[in-house]
């Protein structure tokens, strides 16, 4: 009786440790492990088993977590004390989440639901690197002197933002590139902003945008896909009128396979987030509003404002 009294308090309690294959994996893959179960003192019903797949972002100091996905294990089931079940693990990842990066990061967190005890819950850490095809694009960029800036992979109102600054031939002429991605069923697509210094070529337009598409055939020669950036760049920096913002809304507006405000990047990776972290977003502000309506002397958070606004929008866009 003791013992029951103790496995309810979570003490001498069953437990569960889900052990991953690999503590990395690339977006759009399956991620595979085990769990291992024990029982504890005592016999104690199980009602489920299910594992969280939790994104937590850092963003200028305020972290905010939400879960990406409910996986279900196991329904119902009695284990004995003392007894030892394992059981498989795989979870293939949606292509369309953020990767993982200096304000991006993962766990997976597995909870042993005991019916009448304290749940047992593990967490474990698991870093989602950039599918292949769009690291063989970061290749390219690196062979062209770009190098990744530590604050890059920021989830922006469209998906996740890449940043780049140039080392070498572009040093002089290009601030930074960024670029969304998104992983299409042919080929990988790219909207990408070439920041020009003020000046270069006599230019007052500083920002010049251009959609790219390459085939997946297309990127499996690294050098071949370089000298091609490098020609849509410098093509972009020779013929600026071409390629200012309004130029490109313009011509993406008539596109018929473009969703919403002109644009064909809806599937671009990070927007799944991105549409998880502002239904958040709208539950704070109805909360604040509910708060004040009610009388409460809580200020109004305005780090949403403008929400929706283009692209490549200012620093109280990002997440």
Do not use: C
Not at 20 to 35: A, D, K, N, P
Not at 60 to 73: D, E, L, S, W
């Amino acid at each position: 009786m003791f013992k029951k009294l103790l496995s309810k308090l979570g003490i001498g309690s069953a437990n569960i440790n889900l052990m991953l294959h690999h503590s990395q994996v690339r977006l759009g893959e399956t991620i595979s492990g085990e769990f291992f179960i024990e029982g504890g003192a005592v016999e104690q019903y199980i009602n489920k088993i299910d594992v969280e797949l939790r994104l937590t972002l850092n963003h200028n100091g305020q972290v905010q977590t939400k879960t990406v996905a409910t996986i279900p294990v196991a329904s119902a089931f009695v284990i004995q004390a003392g007894e030892k079940k394992v059981l498989p693990f795989t979870y293939e990842l949606p292509k369309s989440l953020p990767i993982s990066g200096h304000s991006v990061h993962y766990t997976f967190v597995t909870r042993l639901d005991i019916a009448g005890g304290v749940d047992h819950l593990d967490e474990d850490a698991v870093r989602i690197l950039p599918p292949l095809p769009l690291e063989k694009i970061f290749v390219a960029f690196e062979k062209l002197g770009f190098r990744e800036k530590a604050t890059s992979g920021k989830l922006k109102p469209y998906g996740q933002e890449f940043e780049w600054f140039p080392t070498e031939q572009f040093k002089n002429i290009v601030q930074e590139i960024e670029f969304f991605a998104s992983l299409e069923e042919e080929g990988v697509r790219l909207l990408l902003e070439v920041d020009v210094y003020a000046g270069v070529f006599g230019l007052q337009e500083k920002e010049l945008k251009r959609e790219f598409f390459f085939l997946y055939t297309e990127l499996n020669d690294i050098s071949t896909l370089a000298d091609n950036l490098r020609a849509m760049i410098q093509e972009m920096i020779e013929q600026p009128y071409q390629y200012t913002a309004s130029s490109y809304m313009a011509h993406h507006s008539h596109i018929p396979h473009s969703h919403g405000r002109g644009h064909s990047m809806m599937g671009a990776i990070g927007g799944f987030a991105v549409g998880l972290f502002a239904g958040m977003l709208v539950e704070e502000l109805v909360d604040d509003v509910v708060e004040e309506a009610l009388g409460f002397e809580e200020e109004i958070e305005e780090e949403g404002a403008g929400f929706f606004d283009d692209f490549f929008g200012g620093e109280d866009e990002e997440f």
